[in-house]
């Protein structure tokens, strides 16, 4: 039940049904080298003004607050496709620097498109990043370029293999299925992940697209893949009482030749089943936008302005308390299935996953 009363005087980012959000998706920039189809038109989109992009000194300020001041002990660096962003290997540095109530240093990940990922991926890990998820929907290079518009395919792959070396493993890859695009892949993906060491979590299509073009009753869903995956695969459930705010849900994987291939222990597979199976009682999360907004939920449909407050003088417990104000109104779930349900104002390159 949410408090009846008005907020707590908690330093956390707290919000009326007793969560509270530790993990901090900070979204670089809304600009992408790629059209993936579920996310954007093949012309691209009206990019966000430079003026109104957050700096690199702003962004590393505002995770400066929500770390020392608000309770997060992680951070997330996405996009749009977060390699665009030139400074990124200074504001990872900047980040990990931070430390946590506890002492610890915070916990840094990217999830990126992988392109350029070869060339940079060293310097990301000398920066300070921990863990990287890389975006990757087939293993077939004419359907990646028919999903994506681009002929780019070989450099995701080449991506991966850098992250590995540099000691960035275990890579985790992020697969969405379609319809009639790539849904038959799920086994072979799985097989392929599993022999080159990568861990492989399946997400469902979100209401995220800007074309509207989303379909509650056409979209593969959890129950689809795991079908698909046991047709070669032998699945069993890693604990599920102790899911707790984690995204995926998670199998054991056996009963295959690939199986054992992975560098984290046993292997596993997650399904990411936003739509179906959501995990919103337990979301510990807070979005930064590329333009300075706080979402409290990915498909919120208010945002509270920091950038505004930057840049107009407030100081950093101005901002905090503004920060706590915005995830105090949090919705107790997203709400996909309720039939008032509207999609987001905003695309997903432009929030930020």
Known sequence: MPSTGGRPAAPGLVDRFGRAAT?????????????????????????????????????????????????VTD?????????????????????KALRTDDGRPVG????????????????????????????????????????????RHADVLA???AAVAVGLAPVKLNTVLMPGINDDEAPDLLAWALAEGYELRFIEQMPLDPQGG????????AADILASLRTRFTLEPTDPDRRGA????????????EVGGTTSGRPVVGVIASVTRPFCGDCDR???????????????????????LLRSGADDEAVAEAWRAGMWTKEAGHGIDDPSFLQPDRPMSAIGG
Do not use: H
């Open 286 to 308: 807070t979005r930064l936008t590329a333009d300075g907004q706080i979402r409290n939920c990915l498909f919120a449909r208010t945002e509270t302005d920091l950038r505004g």
């Open 108 to 151: 840094t990940a990217l999830t990126t498109n992988g392109l350029g990922l070869e060339r940079r991926a060293a310097a990301l890990r000398a920066a300070g990043l921990d863990r990287i998820n890389v975006s990757l929907d087939t293993l077939d290079p004419e359907r990646f370029a028919r999903i994506t518009l681009r002929d």
């Open 159 to 161: 991506g991966l293999r």
């Open 23 to 71: 993990d901090l998706r900070v979204s670089l920039t809304d600009r992408c080298n790629l059209r993936c189809t579920y996310c954007m038109p093949a012309e691209g989109l009206d990019w966000m003004p430079t003026a109104q992009t957050l700096t690199d000194d702003e962004i590393v300020r505002l995770i400066e607050v929500a770390v020392t001041r608000l309770g």
């Open 246 to 257: 984690a995204p995926a849900q998670t199998w054991f994987v056996s009963g295959t030749p």
């Open 214 to 221: 989303w379909d509650r009753e056409r979209m593969v869903t």
């Open 75 to 95: 951070v997330r660096f996405t996009g749009g496709e977060p390699l665009l962003r030139k400074g990124l290997e200074s504001i990872v540095a900047a980040t």
